[in-house]
C-alpha cells in the first residue's frame, strides 16, 4: 500500500508495509502515482503473493506520462522505482498480517500501571474525564498499603522485564504527595532484589507544585507531565479554580521553573484544545515562545452534548492548523529556535517494537490503572466503569474474560484500519475512545482518525526536511 501527498514544497511517499518513507522529484512522484493505480488494482490486499507488473502495463505507465516528461526522465525513474520495489521498500506486502494470530497468543505480562494516587483534584477542568478527579465514584486517596500491593503486583506480573513503568496520576497526584514518596522509596527497595528498574513518571496540574516536590522530581522521576492548555485566556476558561478563578497565573512561573531544572528536557507541558480554541497552533507556539521545548497540545475527547467537543466540521480548520504549525516548526528549526511537538515525533529509523505498532499502549494487558482502593482497570479511562472492573492489586487479574477480548485489540481487529495509511503509527488508535463513542472496543473514533493522519503527514514533513537541512 502506498500513500503519497505534496506538503511544504516535498513530494513524499510512503509505502505503508515496510515503513520505508521516500522524498521524490516530480517525475517519480507522478509515476509512483501511475504505477500504484495498476499495481494496487492487481495486487489489492497487500499480501506476499504479488505479481510485478508486466511490460505492457509499464509501457502504458509510461506512455500515460510521455506528454509531461521525457524518456530519459521517465527511464531513469522507473529503475529507480523496479529497485525500490525489489529492495521492498515500495509495494512491500504486509508481514505483520502473517504473523498477527502468533502474536494473539503471546504470553501477557504487565510493564506498566497508572496509580491514581489521588481521586481529588484542586482544579475543575471543563472538560475532565475524571469528573474533577472522582472518576464518577467517591473522593480519596491512596493508602502507602495499596500503592506497595501496586508495585508488588507489577513486580509479580513482569516476568522478565525489567524496566517497569509507573506513573502517579490523579485527579491530582500531589494531593497525596507524602505517599507518592513513600512508594516511590518502596520501589528502590525491590530493584535489587527482583532485578527491575522502576522508571516514575508524574502528571500534575501544578497548583501544589514547590521547590521539594521539584528536586524530589529531579531526581526520582523519568518524566515529568505538567498540564497548561496554552494561552492565558484559552487555559483560564478550561482550567480554573472550582471558584471560578483562573490557574495560568499561579502555575505558569512554577512550570517554567521546573522546565528549566529539567534542563528543558525529560518532561512535558501538555494541553488540550477544544471547539473553543480550534486556532491551537497558537497556543503551541505560545508555549514555545514561553521557552518550553517539550510540548504536547491534544484534541479534546468529548461527546455531542459537550460544547467544547470537536465537532466533524471544525476538521477542516484544525488540519490547516497542523499544516501551521509543522511549517513554523521547520522555520524556528532552521533558525535555532526548534522545539518538540508530541505528535510529530516519529522514529522512521528503527520506530516502535511489531508489538507496539499492532496493539499500541497495551490497554488491559500489559497496562493498567489502579484506583486508590487497589481495583485494576484497563486504563484510567475506564476507571469507574464498572463493566471493565478487571482485578485488584490484591488477588490480581482476576476478568481474564476482559483481560483476553484486550488481548485481541489490534490493528487488524479494527476493519477501519484497513486502508488506512496511518494504522502501524497508531495502532489502530485509542479503546476507550472508541467504547465511548461505539461501545466497543474494537472501532475507531473517525474524527481523531482524521486528526492522526494529518499529524502523520506533518511528521514526516519535518523529517524530511531535517534531512535536507543535513544534506547542505
Given at each position: 500500500?502506498?500513500?503519497?501527498?505534496?506538503?511544504?514544497?516535498?513530494?513524499?511517499?510512503?509505502?505503508?508495509?515496510?515503513?520505508?518513507?521516500?522524498?521524490?522529484?516530480?517525475?517519480?512522484?507522478?509515476?509512483?502515482?501511475?504505477?500504484?493505480?495498476?499495481?494496487?488494482?492487481?495486487?489489492?490486499?497487500?499480501?506476499?503473493?504479488?505479481?510485478?507488473?508486466?511490460?505492457?502495463?509499464?509501457?502504458?505507465?509510461?506512455?500515460?506520462?510521455?506528454?509531461?516528461?521525457?524518456?530519459?526522465?521517465?527511464?531513469?525513474?522507473?529503475?529507480?522505482?523496479?529497485?525500490?520495489?525489489?529492495?521492498?521498500?515500495?509495494?512491500?506486502?504486509?508481514?505483520?498480517?502473517?504473523?498477527?494470530?502468533?502474536?494473539?497468543?503471546?504470553?501477557?505480562?504487565?510493564?506498566?500501571?497508572?496509580?491514581?494516587?489521588?481521586?481529588?483534584?484542586?482544579?475543575?477542568?471543563?472538560?475532565?474525564?475524571?469528573?474533577?478527579?472522582?472518576?464518577?465514584?467517591?473522593?480519596?486517596?491512596?493508602?502507602?498499603?495499596?500503592?506497595?500491593?501496586?508495585?508488588?503486583?507489577?513486580?509479580?506480573?513482569?516476568?522478565?522485564?525489567?524496566?517497569?513503568?509507573?506513573?502517579?496520576?490523579?485527579?491530582?497526584?500531589?494531593?497525596?504527595?507524602?505517599?507518592?514518596?513513600?512508594?516511590?522509596?518502596?520501589?528502590?527497595?525491590?530493584?535489587?532484589?527482583?532485578?527491575?528498574?522502576?522508571?516514575?513518571?508524574?502528571?500534575?496540574?501544578?497548583?501544589?507544585?514547590?521547590?521539594?516536590?521539584?528536586?524530589?522530581?529531579?531526581?526520582?522521576?523519568?518524566?515529568?507531565?505538567?498540564?497548561?492548555?496554552?494561552?492565558?485566556?484559552?487555559?483560564?476558561?478550561?482550567?480554573?479554580?472550582?471558584?471560578?478563578?483562573?490557574?495560568?497565573?499561579?502555575?505558569?512561573?512554577?512550570?517554567?521553573?521546573?522546565?528549566?531544572?529539567?534542563?528543558?528536557?525529560?518532561?512535558?507541558?501538555?494541553?488540550?484544545?477544544?471547539?473553543?480554541?480550534?486556532?491551537?497552533?497558537?497556543?503551541?507556539?505560545?508555549?514555545?515562545?514561553?521557552?518550553?521545548?517539550?510540548?504536547?497540545?491534544?484534541?479534546?475527547?468529548?461527546?455531542?452534548?459537550?460544547?467544547?467537543?470537536?465537532?466533524?466540521?471544525?476538521?477542516?480548520?484544525?488540519?490547516?492548523?497542523?499544516?501551521?504549525?509543522?511549517?513554523?516548526?521547520?522555520?524556528?528549526?532552521?533558525?535555532?529556535?526548534?522545539?518538540?511537538?508530541?505528535?510529530?515525533?516519529?522514529?522512521?529509523?528503527?520506530?516502535?517494537?511489531?508489538?507496539?505498532?499492532?496493539?499500541?499502549?497495551?490497554?488491559?494487558?500489559?497496562?493498567?490503572?489502579?484506583?486508590?482502593?487497589?481495583?485494576?482497570?484497563?486504563?484510567?479511562?475506564?476507571?469507574?466503569?464498572?463493566?471493565?472492573?478487571?482485578?485488584?492489586?490484591?488477588?490480581?487479574?482476576?476478568?481474564?474474560?476482559?483481560?483476553?477480548?484486550?488481548?485481541?485489540?489490534?490493528?487488524?481487529?479494527?476493519?477501519?484500519?484497513?486502508?488506512?495509511?496511518?494504522?502501524f503509527y497508531c495502532s489502530g488508535g485509542c479503546s476507550a475512545n472508541s467504547y465511548k463513542f461505539h461501545d466497543t472496543i474494537t472501532d475507531v473514533y473517525e474524527v481523531g482518525c482524521e486528526l492522526?493522519?494529518?499529524?502523520?503527514?506533518?511528521?514526516?514533513?519535518?523529517?524530511?526536511?531535517?534531512?535536507?537541512?543535513?544534506?547542505?
Open positions: 500500500m502506498i500513500h503519497q501527498y505534496r506538503s511544504n514544497g516535498y513530494n513524499i511517499v510512503m509505502d505503508v508495509c515496510s515503513g520505508a518513507v521516500h522524498v521524490v522529484d516530480d517525475v517519480t512522484y507522478d509515476l509512483i502515482e501511475e504505477y500504484a493505480k495498476v499495481y494496487e488494482a492487481i495486487n489489492p490486499d497487500d499480501e506476499k503473493k504479488q505479481r510485478d507488473l508486466t511490460k505492457e502495463e509499464v509501457d502504458g505507465i509510461v506512455s500515460k506520462l510521455s506528454s509531461k516528461y521525457s524518456t530519459d526522465d521517465l527511464k531513469e525513474s522507473l529503475e529507480e522505482i523496479e529497485e525500490l520495489i525489489s529492495d521492498g521498500m515500495l509495494f512491500a506486502p504486509d508481514e505483520y498480517r502473517n504473523i498477527i494470530f502468533e502474536f494473539k497468543k503471546r504470553k501477557t505480562i504487565v510493564k506498566a500501571l497508572c496509580l491514581n494516587i489521588s481521586h481529588d483534584c484542586n482544579l475543575a477542568c471543563r472538560y475532565c474525564f475524571a469528573s474533577e478527579g472522582e472518576y464518577n465514584g467517591e473522593r480519596g486517596l491512596m493508602s502507602l498499603e495499596v500503592g506497595k500491593a501496586a508495585l508488588d503486583f507489577l513486580v509479580a506480573n513482569s516476568g522478565s522485564r525489567r524496566n517497569l513503568e509507573v506513573d502517579f496520576f490523579g485527579g491530582e497526584p500531589l494531593m497525596n504527595w507524602d505517599v507518592i514518596k513513600q512508594v516511590v522509596e518502596y520501589g528502590r527497595s525491590l530493584e535489587k532484589t527482583h532485578d527491575k528498574q522502576f522508571r516514575f513518571t508524574l502528571t500534575t496540574n501544578g497548583v501544589l507544585l514547590n521547590d521539594e516536590i521539584m528536586e524530589f522530581a529531579n531526581r526520582e522521576f523519568v518524566n515529568v507531565v505538567m498540564s497548561i492548555d496554552g494561552r492565558k485566556e484559552v487555559n483560564d476558561h478550561m482550567r480554573p479554580f472550582r471558584g471560578g478563578q483562573g490557574s495560568y497565573d499561579m502555575i505558569l512561573p512554577k512550570f517554567e521553573k521546573f522546565a528549566e531544572s529539567r534542563n528543558q528536557d525529560k518532561y512535558y507541558v501538555r494541553g488540550t484544545f477544544t471547539h473553543n480554541n480550534l486556532d491551537f497552533s497558537e497556543d503551541v507556539l505560545h508555549l514555545a515562545d514561553l521557552g518550553f521545548k517539550q510540548i504536547s497540545v491534544e484534541p479534546v475527547v468529548g461527546g455531542p452534548e459537550d460544547q467544547y467537543s470537536i465537532k466533524e466540521e471544525d476538521l477542516p480548520k484544525l488540519l490547516e492548523q497542523y499544516d501551521i504549525l509543522a511549517k513554523e516548526m521547520v522555520k524556528r528549526h532552521k533558525e535555532g529556535r526548534g522545539f518538540n511537538f508530541f505528535h510529530f515525533m516519529i522514529d522512521l529509523n528503527q520506530g516502535p517494537c511489531v508489538v507496539k505498532r499492532l496493539a499500541g499502549c497495551g490497554v488491559g494487558t500489559e497496562y493498567l490503572a489502579v484506583t486508590p482502593w487497589g481495583d485494576l482497570y484497563p486504563c484510567h479511562q475506564f476507571v469507574g466503569n464498572e463493566d471493565f472492573a478487571i482485578g485488584n492489586v490484591f488477588d490480581g487479574v482476576t476478568n481474564t474474560e476482559l483481560r483476553d477480548e484486550f488481548k485481541l485489540c489490534n490493528v487488524y481487529a479494527r476493519d477501519k484500519c484497513k486502508n488506512c495509511f496511518a494504522r492522526e493522519r494529518k499529524r502523520v503527514e506533518c511528521a514526516i514533513m519535518i523529517k524530511a526536511a531535517m534531512a535536507e537541512e543535513k544534506e547542505n
